[in-house]
């Protein structure tokens, strides 16, 4: 995965949780896609991005700017928050952390 250069002054807890973060959405954004029954080239053709574009998304292998993320909710017709909720076990898990990294650091 590529990282942005703005990752040089995080901990490696929270690089963690980024990258973590970061592949569940994408892993939602090929759920949502298969469940529609939408190839990768047709997402590509309807989003107006290449087939690469898309398959390197879905592995997480290239982040989406915001740009790109919206023309692909747009045209899979999702609300883009719907590929940031998180169930009740992410939620514990990620109050957890968040505590974990408050006594750590307070």
């Not at 090929?30 to 390197?56: C, H, P, T, W």
């Not at 939620?91 to 990294?101: D, F, G, Q, V």
């Amino acid at each position: 995965m590529i990282k942005e250069d703005g990752d040089a002054g995080l901990t490696e807890e929270v690089k963690a949780l980024l990258a973590s973060q970061e592949k569940s959405v994408a892993n939602r954004l090929r759920l949502e896609r298969e469940k529609q029954r939408i190839s990768q080239i047709d997402l590509s053709f309807m989003a107006g991005l290449s087939q690469n574009q898309v398959f390197y998304i879905e592995t997480s292998k290239r982040i989406p700017n915001l740009h790109t993320l919206l023309k692909i909710c747009n045209a899979l017709k999702i609300n883009p928050a719907s590929l940031f909720e998180t169930c009740d076990a992410d939620r514990e898990k990620a109050r957890e952390t968040i505590i974990e990294l408050a006594i750590k650091y307070i």
